[in-house]
């Protein structure tokens, strides 16, 4: 199983920033996607998810200015990123989860967000 995440930069605040997550090893469509986030000195938080029927979900700090999607066809979760800010910097790191075997549970390693104020 491998997911790869890429996408990650420097940005000016109010920039955007598209991240992707490739998935290998398992079958896509049956697992719900996430988006986690670790800044320095912090825990991993949830930041996205979008479940194998599409259904999506978004911590508060991100509502209204992030976007998840998948396409099963390509094996692959988005996360548009939209009006950043300094607090967005982060490292993001996906991550593949299916609902019905808590043990499938894979992670991507992360890529650096950096938001510049």
């Known amino acids: 199983v491998q997911l790869q995440a890429y996408g990650g930069g420097l940005v000016h605040a109010g920039g955007s920033l598209r991240l992707s997550c490739a998935a290998s090893?398992?079958?896509?469509?049956?697992?719900?996607m996430n988006w986690f986030r670790q800044a320095p000195g912090k825990q991993r938080d949830l930041v996205a998810s979008?479940?194998?029927?599409?259904?999506?979900d978004y911590a508060d700090a991100v509502k209204g200015r992030f976007t998840i999607s998948r396409d099963n066809a390509k094996n692959t979760a988005l996360l548009q990123m939209n009006d950043l800010k300094p607090e967005d910097t982060a490292v993001y790191y996906c991550n593949a989860h299916d609902p019905t075997v808590t043990a499938l549970n894979y992670w991507g390693q992360g890529t650096q967000v950096t938001v510049s104020s």
């Open positions: 090893g398992i079958t896509f469509r049956f697992y719900t």
């Open positions: 979008i479940t194998s029927g599409g259904s999506t």
